[in-house]
């Protein structure tokens, strides 16, 4: 059981919640982080209902740090989780109501009278270019005075001022672009740099002090944008229900993005994977090798110690295991449909370098090219991977995948490069182009390879469809599905 989080300065309290059904809600807050991809098992939620027994439940952020402290067990879930947050304990400027009603979260009172930070504007009423400078000047005075707290409450007040688009059948919208549009709250750096800066002097440009002033101006723009888009989500909740919004609103993580689809922003979180995944292996080699130390029967010495106990091998002797690092071989299509899928696993090849003996990496199109060179130790993988699209010789013809030609290159010019000790790994979606697929000089391959897997960014299903030989190829190698970071490891574990 986590020890209770300590309180920390006043928060705003979430909507209310009647006693009878704050056990159910809870039960659909854990329902949908488990939803969302978050492991959560039955002890957890058992902890997490004890949480609330031991925090103060009007203090909405020692909430969110002590259900989090029970329910996570990486940082990178802490964003899908804080999103589940602000939706399932959504922000309440009004009494408590006594109907308990969770959903009833809409923030039509009136704020108290210390809320120096909203502004006494008309309903949508009078000039809307006058209103929007109005609240753009009062949104560069609370970014200059980083009140975190009154900085929400003007995001609010902007969402329903900025953000309200026309009605439609279905209900009133809101939308956080509009806010943006008329705000442009980017285009007020130079302003709160001169309002950071103004007491440093000319000394304080271009030094240490500029440099702070920028990143606290980005952190506040970005907690800006963060409450204008959770206000959007909470009142698209309040309109159309938690669970709807939830499967629009929640971006997959990083680990469940497939790889043909993933984005910059994805591979830059996918990155930091890699290595635990290297660590992954590197132990399960180690174990393997320290539970399987000893080699073949030794014959001999076991008939002739078998001499003392009557002709019984009771104790039996073993030759010396030969323990070698194994090799590996990394096949790896680069062209532009399996761009993303590529690059993860070259990073993860580099990664696995100072764990095997030798690691060389083979590139093709519809040629093939070693690209070991690209990926020394310390190396930068992204412009190792753009060097291989400058500098590898991986197309020969028209620059479409030739799975074939690419076998028979691979084959012709590096015989030696697949052997008795050598792990081969085939990285590709195996689509040919309707061209040949090399089958035969696979199967050789796989023959003279200690171990052979070929990891397939499609799904399953698509398998043999279209111009896909990855069903014919599965008839020679170990056809994996790889879609994403999560069946990567499931694979890394069992290599």
Avoid at 49 to 61: M, S
Avoid at 337 to 360: K, N, Y
Wanted: proline share 6%.
């Amino acid at each position: 059981m986590s020890t209770p989080v300590p309180s920390s300065a006043p928060s705003p309290a979430p909507s209310p919640v009647a006693p009878g059904g704050l056990a159910g809600h809870l039960d659909g807050f854990v329902r949908a982080v488990r939803d969302a991809g978050i492991p959560v098992g039955i002890s957890q939620a058992v902890d997490a209902a004890e949480i609330l027994t031991v925090v103060d439940l009007l203090q909405r952020e020692q909430l969110r740090h002590g259900l989090a402290a029970v329910l996570l067990q990486r940082a990178s879930q802490r964003p899908t989780y804080d999103v589940l947050f602000d939706l399932w304990w959504p922000l309440s400027d009004r009494p408590a109501d006594p109907s308990g009603d969770p959903s009833d979260s809409s923030d039509d009172g009136e704020p108290g009278d210390d809320d120096a930070s909203t502004l006494d504007l008309p309903d949508g009423h009078g000039d809307e270019r006058d209103l929007a400078e109005r609240m753009r000047a009062e949104l560069a005075r609370l970014l200059l005075d980083g009140d975190d707290e009154r900085l929400r409450r003007f995001a609010r007040q902007a969402v329903d001022q900025l953000g309200r688009a026309p009605a439609s059948p279905s209900g009133q919208a809101y939308f956080g672009y509009r806010v943006m549009r008329a705000l442009s709250p980017d285009t007020l750096v130079a302003q709160l740099l001169a309002g950071l800066l103004g007491d440093a002097g000319e000394g304080g440009r271009g030094g240490l002090a500029e440099q702070v002033a920028r990143q606290t101006v980005r952190e506040r723009l970005a907690a800006f944008r963060a409450a204008v888009d959770a206000e959007v989500r909470r009142r698209a909740a309040a309109e159309r229900g938690r669970e709807r919004v939830a499967k629009s609103a929640v971006r997959p993580m990083a680990e469940q993005v497939d790889f043909l689809r993933a984005q910059q922003s994805d591979l830059a979180e996918l990155r930091r994977a890699v290595a635990p995944l290297a660590r992954r292996l590197a132990v399960k080699l180690s174990a393997r090798r320290r539970m399987g130390r000893e080699g073949r029967l030794d014959f001999r010495k076991t008939v002739r110690a078998s001499l003392g106990t009557g002709g019984v091998p009771v104790v039996t002797h073993h030759r010396p295991r030969k323990v070698h690092k194994p090799e590996l071989v990394v096949l790896c299509d680069v062209s532009g449909s399996v761009a993303g899928f590529s690059h993860f696993t070259l990073m993860l090849t580099q990664a696995l370098r100072e764990h095997f003996s030798g690691v060389r990496a083979f590139a093709f199109v519809d040629a093939t090219d070693e690209v070991t060179r690209f990926f020394r130790p310390g190396a930068d993988v992204a412009g190792a991977i753009a060097r291989i699209g400058r500098e590898a010789d991986v197309v020969a013809f028209d620059g479409h995948s030739d799975y074939g030609n690419a076998l028979e290159v691979f084959a012709d010019r590096w015989p030696t490069a697949v052997g008795p000790k050598t792990s081969l790994l085939v990285l590709g979606d195996g689509r040919t182009n309707y061209r040949q697929p090399g089958l035969p000089v696979l199967a050789d391959l796989v023959r003279r390879a200690r171990s052979a897997h070929w990891l397939n960014p499609e799904p399953r299903r698509l398998w043999g469809s279209g111009d896909s030989a990855a069903d014919r190829y599965g008839e020679v190698i170990d056809m994996v599905e790889c879609r994403n970071a999560t069946q990567l490891t499931d694979f890394v574990t069992t290599l």
